[in-house]
């Protein structure tokens, strides 16, 4: 029998396994209330849920890992053909979560799928795999903008009026890309001109389209996040003060693993807001040490890069990468209150299925890169001695 052979970064590996130690604990901790709701007081069933999951999710981050990464950039174009089906089927049958059409509920086993995850994969993969094509001694072919451009626009705009921070955060990992992949600035200028249009007059005119996706929860988060707080809307910013209290009430070292008591007051921390329930049990020890994860995951990512000697692998880790970071910080500013809120689970702490089904698929691909990476390096050693 073969022996089980994690390949890649080995840091990174320990940075998934942490993660997931602590998500066991936090799920279990912040599941309490809703398992007396929805479960009868079996507080252990969301728990074995998202063990069972984590295990599944690092069979998927095993299997990934293994495959060399040249057959990603084969399936990112039908990858992101496959995501924009599914992102137009969740708008004409999906099932309506929080007034949004973001999920696809699969028939017989009644799991909801989210298709702007596979989206997110789909169009990292197809704008690193353009990038690397197109790339040229004195910078990014400007061909190549209509390959990026359009994708980036559909891909966004079909998340965007249910789904605003994935859709914000989405394009702006893509402009960064484009950005590192030397496209010229004069398009890049006029995208990020032509975008904040957009966006200041969707917003601006959400009274007005009150029945178009969920323009008017942004403005109304936004308004609550800047305005004076005599004039809030107490109804509206609930979640906010009661994860304020979190943050506060943790102090230092926090109350302990389980001793949380603002979990029977917020809404979703097992994921939205499931930082603040570590800062409430762990205090700001536990929560800078989540944070310096993320931030030594980033940097990890980046001695990989240095370490590729093809475009492709590079860009593809330098996105998956700043992905799963930015949605980190995105979910850690919501919980200190730094952010208007959004719903961006925390990256392998959260309680979900396809968020954790994706980010770890996207933890495989690094460390393929990773992988055949640290290979290269051995062989151009061996060459040189």
Known sequence: MKKLSLRGDKVIWII???????SLLVVYSSTGTLAYKVKGGNTSYFFIKQLFLLGGCFCIMYVVHRIPHRFYSGFANITLIVSIGLLILAKLIGTNLNDASRWITIP?????????????????????????RYQG????????????IIPIGVVCGLIFLDDFSTSVLLGGICYLL????RVAKKYMLGTVGAVLIVLVLLIAAAPLLPSVGRIQTVRSRIENFFGDEKNVNNSQNYQVEQS??????????GKGPGNSTQRNF?????SDFIYAIILEEMGWTGGFSILAFYLFLLYRGGLIVRKCTRTFPAFLVIGLTLSIVFQALTNM??????????GQ?????SMGGTSLIFTSAAFGMILSVSNWANEEEKRLNEAEN
């Open 333 to 342: 500013a919501v919980s200190v209150n730094l952010i208007p809120v959004t």
């Open 108 to 132: 017989g086993i009644g799991f909801n799928f989210q298709p702007s995850e596979l989206a997110k994969l789909a169009l990292i993969l197809h704008v690193s795999r353009t990038l690397s």
């Open 345 to 349: 689970p925390l990256p392998l702490v």
């Open 178 to 181: 484009m950005f590192i992949g």
């Open 137 to 148: 001694k004195d910078g990014c072919k400007n061909e190549a903008f209509l390959h990026l």
């Open 16 to 22: 998934i396994l942490l993660l997931s130690m602590i």
């Open 244 to 253: 304020k209290i979190a943050v506060v009430s943790g102090g230092i070292i």
């Open 266 to 270: 917020l809404p979703h921390p097992y």
